[in-house]
Each structure stands twice: as structure tokens, then as C-alpha cells.
């Protein structure tokens, strides 16, 4: 038999305290949206202030200032509570914003650049850079707040920088980035976060040289002078160098959020590059100088290379103990001479890697594309690599 509107009801009404309980249990619920807009919906209903009064009082009693919407939890207690009033009591229900936030406003094709950073929030005002400290960037992440639409991590004065300011600009809403974090190893040379902080106060010489920049390379070839004042018009920067510290950033993302102007209104279309969709190769042609075959020495430690001629005579071997020592010497002494082979070889060369390092077995994978020498007539054999004039004995 089929429960009456009545049993269904006093079924949800003890999912719902039962949800509010484990919420109430939960220090990372206190905190959250979802606890709060779910409580503040159900406070307003009848039977909210009658049947669930209660349980309410008790779970707003554990409310804290909201550091985040959602922190994206597997099981939502709040969520589950929404639920279950929602079908119990549909005519209550559909009229309340039970939704405890709105979701993460992602927005396809933003970012339109790749780069080392999370995605939270499409339509929010704040951007959060945290430079070299990448466990910095996870912990935020994690932490959902409201008004975070990005953190990410830079690394360089050039590259990085250009990507960080199309990005930007694919994003009206930004209108606030917080620099955080630890500079990049002055060892390295390279100080994005003093780059950065200088483009803001100095701009850009003629050539796109960042005045004032200490970095190794801080020359913006990629973007245009029109794409980089509209950055820094839309951008208002918030230099936090050195900062680590999770509730001072929280608290000045939070201050951010309040001063919000809104969506930068002057937009501007950035130069556009071609994007082409790599294609496998179909066919394989033989290198003049000859082929390699590669073999990981685990007792020795050391890579081995072998140089053969197209007729099969082997005429070099060269040992190293790293990839980059036989690449490049195999490229100085014009044992290879095809791009193709050149990247085939840098790819073995680092599987055979792997493999002194692990302990994984390796086995040197064909060239990829059909070979078809001239003269020859494929017998069907396995050939070990791209060049060999023949079959494998």
C-alpha cells in the first residue's frame, strides 16, 4: 500500500531533522551556504516555524560568517533536507529558493588559454594568483568562497603573464586579482609577482618590456598594447607577495567582493591564432642517416643508443645517463636528421628513462605511419623501428 500525503509527510519531517542534525554535527556546515539558505527557506514555511522549529533553532545556533557557498561535499545534509521537503510538501516547496547556492557558474569556453588554475565561478569579481605556492591554490580551491571566479598559479614574467591577462579579458566580471603567494625562486630568475606589481605601476615600454621588472624575461610578445591597457583598466590589483596566510587572503577576497563595480563594460577583441586538430601520421619515411634502437642498461644505470645504417649495419652506440645527453649528441654527430625522428627518438628516450627509474619493463614502440620502402615489399614481419630496411632477425 502506497504511503497517504500524511505518512509522507512525517516521513520527510524526520529526514529533514535527521539531516539537520548530522549538519549541526558538522564544523564545515557552519560556515557554509548551504546550511544557511536551506535553514532560512524552511524557517519561513508554516511548518518550518511549527513541526521543525526546533531543529531549526538549533542549526541556526551553529552558524558562523559564511566563507563559502558550497564546498561541493559528496553527501549535502542541507541538500538532502531540501529534498525531502520539496516532495512532502510540493505546493510549500516549489515557491522557495531551496536551493542552497547556486552552482559553480561555469561558462564553456572560458578560460580560452590552458594554464595551472581552477575554474569556481564565471560571473564572479575576483581573481586569486598564488604565484609558486600551488598547495595555497588547492586549499582555496577547496575552500568555494563567494566571489572567487579563478586561482591558479604563475610561474613566469612572460608566458605566464600573457596567458593570465587574455584569460582576464575573456572575463568581464574579474574586476579584482589578488597576488599571494610565494615569488618564484629568485635562483631561477624568474619573479612574476614583481613583473606583475611593476606592469600595474610602470606598463610596458614600446617593445612590451614591463618597466621595472627584475624577472628574466619580462617582455609581453603575445599580447597587444590595446589588449593590455584594457587589463590593467579593468583590473584593480591587490599585491599580497609573500602572503600565505588563508584568512588574511579570505578577508581581502571578501572585501573585494563587497566593492564589486560590476561587468567591465569596454571589452576588446583580442588578436585570434589558428588552432589545428592534430592528425596522426599515415606514413613513415626513412631517415638518410639510418635508425636507432634504444635499451635501458639497469645495471649500468645508463641509456644506450644504437646507431644503424638503412642496411641494417651497425656503424655507432652511444651511452649517456640521461635523455638529453644522447639526444643531443646524436643531433651534433648528424646520426639523425628528419624533425619526426628527432621526436620519436625524445619520446623513447624518455620511455627508456622511465624505465631505469622504475623498474618497468621497456619496449621500444614502432615509429608511428606505414612504412613501404622503395623496392621493398612488406612481408607482413614486425619492423622495430622507423628506418630498419627489413625485417627484424
Not at 582576464?168 to 574579474?174: D, E, F, G, R, S
Not at 610602470?202 to 599580447?223: E, F, M, Y
Amino acid at each position: 500500500m502506497s504511503q497517504t500525503l500524511n505518512e509522507r509527510q512525517a516521513s520527510a519531517l524526520c529526514i529533514i531533522q535527521e539531516q539537520l542534525r548530522k549538519a549541526v554535527d558538522a564544523p564545515k556546515c557552519h560556515r557554509c551556504g548551504c546550511l544557511q539558505k536551506t535553514v532560512e527557506a524552511l524557517s519561513s514555511t508554516e511548518v518550518g516555524q511549527t513541526q521543525l522549529g526546533k531543529a531549526l533553532a538549533v542549526a541556526s545556533g551553529v552558524f558562523q560568517p559564511k566563507h563559502y557557498e558550497c564546498l561541493g561535499c559528496p553527501v549535502c545534509y542541507p541538500a538532502i533536507a531540501a529534498n525531502a521537503f520539496t516532495e512532502a510538501f510540493p505546493d510549500v516547496g516549489q515557491g522557495l529558493d531551496l536551493c542552497p547556492t547556486e552552482g559553480p557558474d561555469a561558462r564553456e569556453g572560458w578560460p580560452p588559454l590552458l594554464g595551472a588554475y581552477y575554474v569556481l565561478r564565471y560571473r564572479a569579481p575576483v581573481a586569486l594568483c598564488t604565484l609558486n605556492s600551488d598547495s595555497l591554490a588547492v586549499r582555496l580551491k577547496a575552500m568555494a568562497l563567494e566571489g572567487l571566479a579563478i586561482v591558479g598559479t604563475l610561474h613566469t614574467e612572460n608566458l605566464g603573464i600573457e596567458r593570465l591577462i587574455k584569460n582576464t579579458l575573456a572575463n568581464p566580471h574579474i574586476r579584482f586579482l589578488i597576488v599571494c603567494g610565494e615569488d618564484t625562486h629568485q635562483a631561477i630568475g624568474h619573479l612574476p609577482g614583481q613583473s606583475l606589481q611593476s606592469l600595474f605601476e610602470h606598463g610596458v615600454d614600446a617593445q612590451g618590456r614591463i618597466r621595472g621588472a627584475l624577472g628574466k624575461r619580462p617582455v609581453l610578445k603575445n599580447t597587444t598594447a590595446e589588449e593590455i591597457q584594457a587589463f590593467l583598466d579593468q583590473i584593480a590589483l591587490v599585491p599580497l607577495l609573500g602572503e600565505e596566510r588563508e584568512d588574511v587572503i579570505v578577508r581581502e577576497l571578501e572585501r573585494c567582493h563587497r566593492r564589486d563595480p560590476g561587468p567591465y563594460a569596454c571589452a576588446v577583441r583580442g588578436r585570434s591564432v589558428e588552432t589545428v586538430q592534430a592528425a596522426e601520421p599515415e606514413r613513415l619515411t626513412l631517415d638518410p642517416a639510418g635508425f636507432v634502437v634504444v635499451y635501458p642498461d639497469a645495471r649500468q644505470k645508463r641509456l644506450v643508443l644504437e646507431h644503424y645504417t638503412n642496411t641494417g649495419v651497425l656503424d655507432c652506440v652511444l651511452e649517456g645517463r640521461s635523455p638529453a645527453a644522447l639526444y643531443a649528441t646524436t643531433i651534433a654527430r648528424h646520426l639523425i636528421t628528419r624533425l619526426d625522428h628527432a621526436a620519436y627518438l625524445g619520446r623513447e628516450l624518455a620511455r627508456a628513462e622511465r624505465s631505469l627509474l622504475t623498474g618497468e619493463p621497456y619496449v621500444q614502440d614502432r615509429a608511428p605511419g606505414e612504412l613501404v620502402p622503395h623496392g621493398l615489399t612488406s612481408c607482413g614481419c614486425r619492423l622495430p623501428i622507423s628506418g630498419l630496411n627489413g625485417c627484424e632477425t
